[in-house]
């Protein structure tokens, strides 16, 4: 089927829609942008007038948007699909490369590397109009994954080796996390693992780890889609009881209470802004933010 010269965005936010920076840059650039919005089939649009590609934007992706997705790739299996999300996980990038997406973009949107492949879609869809392009080409910084610049650390090395159990701990937070195969894996036994944690982070390993885990809970809980119950697991909590005496424990409600909190007009949700409740957990980004100054090597 012949392209259209457009870029078709398919909304499937759960939230209210806001412009994102990669429309502008999609107008910014020249490309004709069309939205099909929830509850719309983009399936007969993409039939009818094929766009140089679809791009299906998730705010937290859900069952139906996904199949949504997956259908559209299915049914109309020559145009080339983006997938744009807020929520990420490994898995979710897996299944969509899986369900054979051109790419896939995390919020914030690197722009420069999303027009580019926008830009070799129209080349490749629309080579007739190639040689008369007057679009400008984005230079794109293809930067190494933050996780691939973690190295072993050499003997002495406290930040590497801090950085290496982080970067563990966030990759595996879904997980049971034993202390003892973190530090095996920084080379230095469960004491000494806690006592770098202590001396760099101000806190004990374990401590951390059950911030970092309550921290993860709060920013799921933001989902309305997902029940306390998968927001548990999700964290790495294998007892629901356990999880919600925790949660209320370092938050001052419980998960379903603070859920509430967060609900303003409209269904809409927003951070909390209950200084009493901040007054008894830091917030995970002040806690970066301390680990950052005394561990260089996490200010990248």
């Avoid at 970067?167 to 000494?192: N, P, Y």
Wanted: hydrophobic letters at 40%.
């Amino acid at each position: 089927m012949q392209a259209h010269d457009y870029v078709l965005v398919v909304v499937r936010d759960l939230q209210e829609t806001h412009e994102k920076d990669y429309h502008r840059a999609l107008v910014q650039r020249g490309y004709d942008v069309r939205l099909v919005g929830a509850g719309q089939d983009p399936i007969p649009i993409m039939t009818n007038q094929p766009p140089i590609a679809a791009c299906f934007q998730f705010d937290y992706p859900d069952l139906q948007g996904l199949a949504d997705l997956r259908q559209a790739k299915q049914r109309v299996a020559s145009v080339p699909l983006l997938m744009v999300t807020q929520a990420h996980s490994e898995s979710l990038a897996v299944w969509a490369f899986r369900t054979r997406v051109w790419d896939y973009f995390v919020h914030p949107v690197d722009l420069a590397r999303f027009m580019e492949v926008v830009d070799t879609l129209h080349d490749l869809r629309l080579p007739e109009r190639t040689a008369g392009s007057t679009r400008k080409a984005m230079e794109v910084s293809n930067q190494i994954p933050p996780e691939a610049r973690i190295r072993f650390p050499a003997p002495g090395d406290q930040h590497a080796r801090l950085d290496l159990a982080i970067t563990f701990i966030e990759q595996h937070l879904h997980q049971k996390i034993a202390q003892a195969d973190v530090a095996a894996r920084c080379g230095l036994s469960a004491f000494q693992l806690s006592r770098l944690f202590r001396k760099l982070t101000g806190t004990t390993f374990q401590e951390f780890l059950l911030r970092r885990r309550i921290s993860e809970a709060q920013r799921l809980l933001a989902n309305p889609r997902v029940s306390v119950t998968d927001v548990c697991f999700s964290v790495g909590f294998r007892d629901l009881s356990y999880f919600t005496r925790t949660f209320q424990k370092h938050v001052g409600q419980t998960p379903t209470a603070y859920r509430h909190t967060l609900t303003v007009q409209y269904g809409q949700f927003q951070p909390i802004t209950d200084h009493g409740v901040h007054h008894h957990v830091e917030s995970l980004d002040g806690r970066l933010a301390m680990m950052r100054q005394h561990a260089p090597c996490l200010a990248r």
